[in-house]
Each structure stands twice: as C-alpha cells, then as structure tokens.
C-alpha cells in the first residue's frame, strides 16, 4: 500500500456524493422498526414526558400513526399494551380480547403487509410489576414460561407476523415455540430479545407504561452489564430453542456485544436503541445542546455499522422521512 502523498483519503470525502458511493453501511427506512404503546386507558392520545415525541395511544390513533410510518417506508411497529386490569399473574395478557390482541386485528385488516410484532412479557399486566409469576418474593421461571406461551398464541392468533419475548426467563424461546407450533401457527416468528441487560436506561419506557417493580429490581432474570461471555451463550440457546431473529438491547453502549452475536451465528440480528437512549438525545437538542434528529441518525447508523440487521427506534418515522 503506497502512502502519502500518493494516497489521500480525503479525496473521496470532498463532496456529498462521492461519500455515498463509498459508504460502507446501508441505512434505509426498511432497516427500522417503530415501537408503540397501545393502551386501553386511551381515548386518544397522550404524550410521554420523558419520551417527546411519542405518545400512549388509543386503537384508532395506533391505526394512524402506524399509517403514517407505513407511509414513510417503515415496515415493521413493535407493539406495547397498556391494559385496564392488572393482576398478581398478569391474566388480560393473554386474553384474546386484550388489548394488543384487537390493536393486532385492527392493524392487519387496515395495513395487511405491515409487519407486526408484538412484545410477549408479563410487566405490564401485572400489579407488582415484574416479568412474571411472583411467589415469596421470588419471579418463577417454570411458572411464567407457560404463560408467556399462552399470551404468545393469542398475538399470533390475532395476526402477529412475529412475537418478541422480552422477559429472559429461562427457556421461555423453547416454551413458545411449542406453544405456536402446537397451535398450528407454525409460521409465526420468534425475535428473541436474546441479550438483554439489567439497564438504567429503561427508565423512560417504565414511566410510558407504569411497569416499574414495586418491590426488588430486575437483576434477578436481567443480565450483567459486565458480561459478554454470557451473551454468547444466552443467544446460542435461544437459537437452539427456534429464534428467527436475536436482538440486544440497549444498543449503543452495547454495540461491542453485538458484534460478538452477529459474527458468531451470523443471523438476523436486532438491536433496540431504548427509551433512555432516546431520551438523553431528545433532551439535549431541546436544551439546543445537539442536533437531536442528526444525533439520533448517527447513532442508528453506528449501531447498523455494529452488526444489526433491524434497529428498533423511536425516532423511526422522523429518520425514515430524512432517508426518504
Ligand atoms: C418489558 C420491556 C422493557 C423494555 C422493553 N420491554 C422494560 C424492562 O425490561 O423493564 C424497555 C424498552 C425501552 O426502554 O425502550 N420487559
């Protein structure tokens, strides 16, 4: 390789243009999937203090918002509900009625190709706030992934294209995949949030739909923000047990685990930049600190160039209108 001043790597970097025909990673409106909190408290739309920019919506505000993410070329929304009832185990989760199920029905009838996944977890149906069966104080594993299955068939029952466990109980893949299979929906997709740790940077989602522990923490099923190790071997069992696709989360501060998932097994590979991500950038550009929207494209990128395939973002809609 010759060197300066024969080489100079400035010269492909002069105009907008010639950096595009050299860049290295893609980013288009297509590798973005839009979550969204569907609530049966709604009647039409709240905002999230801590979130600007996204709101807590009824069923007919979902249909639109997802429209408009349609529209700009999103092709996937993440749902969350918000139920009316909270109980000790969590019941209207996998109620066929339930919220995210008829949110589901009324999205796959209104915009039939979007592709809607749905997050299976027990924390926002239960009173205590946890991710699954409590009992003396402890979360049950074997309990709870029997139930997860449950609420599973009933999204994919109403339409889900993909259900997203997000619990990390143990064998709750396996437990699901069974429950699809044995429902006669094997062809519905399991995301796996394969690697997901026991971050501070959930705090904003957990005041969006009120599932914040009300006693203990989540370090009991969430992982070790120290490991890497860990993350391997959590993804490889997930694969084992039928995930379609892995994802990590949070995103940027862990972008070094998912390069270590995406070279591995080489799969599709998700990355969820979550609420506190989003926050922090938000926050700043309305102090007029940063360019929030510049920011948040750059981020996404960064986590592309990382090894996802999808990158889960709230800022979906905004960066797909500026890729467009
Ligand atoms: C539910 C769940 C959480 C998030 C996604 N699914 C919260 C948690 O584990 O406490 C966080 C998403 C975000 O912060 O954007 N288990």
Redesign the pocket.
């Known amino acids: 390789m010759t060197g300066f001043p024969t080489t100079r790597l400035r010269r492909l970097r002069r105009t907008g243009m010639l950096r595009e025909l050299v860049r290295e990673t893609p980013l288009g409106p297509a590798d973005l999937i839009y ?1 969204m909190f569907v609530s049966e408290l709604e009647a039409g739309r709240s905002p999230i203090a801590s979130m600007p920019g996204v709101d807590r919506l009824s069923i007919s505000e979902l249909t639109r918002d997802a429209l408009a993410a349609w529209e700009a070329g999103v092709r996937g929304v993440l749902l ?1 509900g918000i139920p009316r009832e909270r109980d000790e185990v969590g019941s209207s989760a996998a109620a066929a009625d339930g919220i995210v199920q008829r949110a589901v029905r009324q999205l796959k009838s209104s915009i039939p190709e979007l592709v809607v996944i749905t ?1 299976v ?1 027990l ?2 149906y239960t009173s205590h706030g946890h ?1 699954g069966i409590v009992r003396d104080g402890e979360v049950l594993n074997d309990e709870t992934i029997e139930r997860l299955a449950a609420q599973a068939v009933s999204h994919a029952e109403a339409g889900a294209d993909i259900v997203a466990p ?2 990390m109980m143990d064998g709750r893949v396996g437990a699901i995949r069974a429950g699809l299979d044995g429902a006669g929906m094997e062809a519905t997709a399991i995301l796996s ?1 394969a690697v ?1 740790y026991a971050s501070a ?2 705090g ?3 005041e969006a739909v009120d ?1 914040a522990p009300r006693f203990g923490d ?1 370090r009991g099923y ?1 992982m070790d923000p120290g490991n890497v190790l860990e993350a391997v071997r959590e993804a490889a069992l997930d694969l084992q047990e039928g995930a379609d696709i892995l994802m990590v989360k949070p995103a940027l501060p862990y972008l070094d685990v998912l390069r270590r998932v995406k070279e591995r097994f080489g799969v599709p590979t998700a990355a ?1 930049q ?3 991500e989003y926050a922090m950038l938000r926050a700043a550009a309305e102090r007029g600190w940063i360019d929030g929207d510049a920011a948040l494209m750059e981020a996404v990128l960064a986590i592309r160039r990382a090894g996802a395939d999808l990158v889960i973002t709230y800022a979906a809609v905004e960066l797909a209108r500026r890729l467009a």
């Open positions: 979550p969350f997050d977890c924390c926002e991710c997000s619990d949030y997901k940077f959930y904003p989602f957990r599932s989540r969430q969820y979550v609420s506190g």
